[in-house]
């Protein structure tokens, strides 16, 4: 009965991949080839038929919104019961899991706080100007003034990636200044980390590779847990991801991997799609399966995708995507004269696809650049059409957001210092830079951080009856925001994460700060709704607590800390939605657009030297230019039923009136298809 169940709605392709042996398994799945609902009816065949037991199951993919529809779909298929025990969740979500169970094996203290990008970058802002101020310290002042800190932040990054620490980066960044720079900044910027038990993204993935080589005892316990562990868009993993799967996978559990060469596109920040033709070497006795059946698109757009991704030649093996959608209308391409153009006439058939009947929410246009957007946008308000920029400003990155959190990662991690200062004057207690240089000048001199240098001073002022006036009037800046901080520890200690919100969001006085706020931006006519986004925080974390009881799992300070600071940029609009508005024309690069799908897009500025990218006149290397087709290729399958491809003869490029003309890769479509007797689209 469960069989039937399971593979009734799957095509033969599918049901040979969800019905298959036991043993190791590599999926190549097309664009909207069904990947999901095969991985979801694998993981319910292994628990229904094969009787594996659901917590010896392992299924990991890139986002928390992936995470949870699998958990979702597996629930209705298996049960909720299956659901609670098996793990399901992104590669950071799993090492966060690890290294919590694990942390002092792994070097760390239990309450570590996870930091972003942001963070991070301000670390390094503060070891540069530190730097400065300390006469260079053997750097030249030009030398500290030109390192960006997003650059070494980058460096840092990069070289985590590659399994280096700082002290293997001393040895080998010595060819310049610059290079010797970034490692001293990495240098330091590890101390810090260390020393206020902050772990960034990279560090996450690094340490939980480190643990599990180096500790035998942890890593056989993972590996006699999991026999079945299955990994999604495996074609976006790192070379440090590869070697995390291969640590967690024992000599009897079975690797089942699904991804897509042909939509590798980040190979920029340390993706490898070549780890798919790795797989197949390092594992044993791998089956090969190919999924080609396309459930999103008409013909017509997948024989334009089809012509596009055969000009690479590095793909692991070839699809031909065919669909079942009918063959549909045919592809349209907008020839313009300028970018003005362009976006004059994309704005015309929006409106009278709208003026049908066709609702704006239906319409995405994708660019490749973040740039090429103005012109479309300044057309699309001219012509009163709404529409929403995808991946700017996201919620957990809102400064008013950020700081209602950095309340409980101090209550947590008393030695975040990144979170101390975030908020110790926000809103104001007259706690300005010269206070908080006094209680750097505490804590260096106690060596502790800078929670415990006003702990220290509080304590000394009270207790002591000859304390100098300068150190009384310190302590009774610092009194009130001790006070609030001791509140949410002991908020933090009864694990009430709701009470703890309400306290870092209300007594704090941050609601009313930003209420105030709202209100001045209303009367000069903004529309800042910071407020209410700190409301919709309190029900975030509501959702939360209902989730982890559903599962019967404690809602605890550090998980919740734990997924907002490992929410994708992509996951949840700025006001707190986690869905496009249907109301609104999407607008979002290629990048931004991996994973979703709408029924009209327009690919606009498909021109040369844009698509493919050529960056600053340089030429493109064999292996960019093939990335660059397989970018080209994601926008091309978002489409479900109509597709325009738009590109201009001249527009402005970095200040420069610039002739670009028709994309060398629209032309590879035209001579792929027009010897086939017609081509699938027409010229508008």
Partial sequence: MERDYLLRSLNPAQREVVSAPRGNMIIVAGAGTGKTRVLVSRVSWLLQVEGVPARSILAVTFTNKAAQEMRLRIGALAGEGALRALWCSTFHSVCVRLLFAYATQAGLRPNFTIIDTDDGKGIVKAILRDLREQGGQGFSTAAIEQLKPQDALHAISKAKSQRQRAADCAATWGRDERSRLAARVYREYERRCEEQNLVDFDELLLRTVELLERNEAVRDLQHHRFQEILVDEFQDTSALQYDFLRLMAGPGAHVS???????????????????MRRFMADFPAVSQHKLDENYRSTQNILDVANALIKGNTERLMEKVLHGTQGEGSPVSVLSNYTAQAEGINVARIIAGRHQKGEPYGSFCILYRLNHLSLALEQQLSAAGIPYQIYGGLKFFEREEIKNALAYLQLALNPADNVALLRIINVPSRKIGPAVVAQLYQVAEERGCSLMDAIDALIEYAGASPDAPDAVRKLARRCSAFKALVDRLRGLAAGEDLLAMLDCAIDESGLH???RQKDEKDRKGMGDNLRAANLDELRGHAGRFVAEQSALGEAPTLADFLATTSLQSGTE?????????????????TIHAAKGLEFPSVILAGCERTI?????????????DEEEERRLAYVAVTRAQQRLIISYAQARVLYGKTVTTGKSPFLLEVERALGGSGHLPYRYL
């Fill in 257 to 275: 991997v699904v991804g897509d060469d042909d939509q590798s596109i980040y190979t920029w920040r340390g993706a490898d799609y070549t780890n």
């Fill in 512 to 514: 009313d700060y930003y």
């Fill in 572 to 588: 949840m609009a700025e006001n707190g939605a986690v869905d496009t508005d249907t109301s609104k024309v999407q607008m979002m």
């Fill in 611 to 623: 698509l493919p990218h050529v960056r600053f006149g340089m030429g493109l290397s064999p292996r």
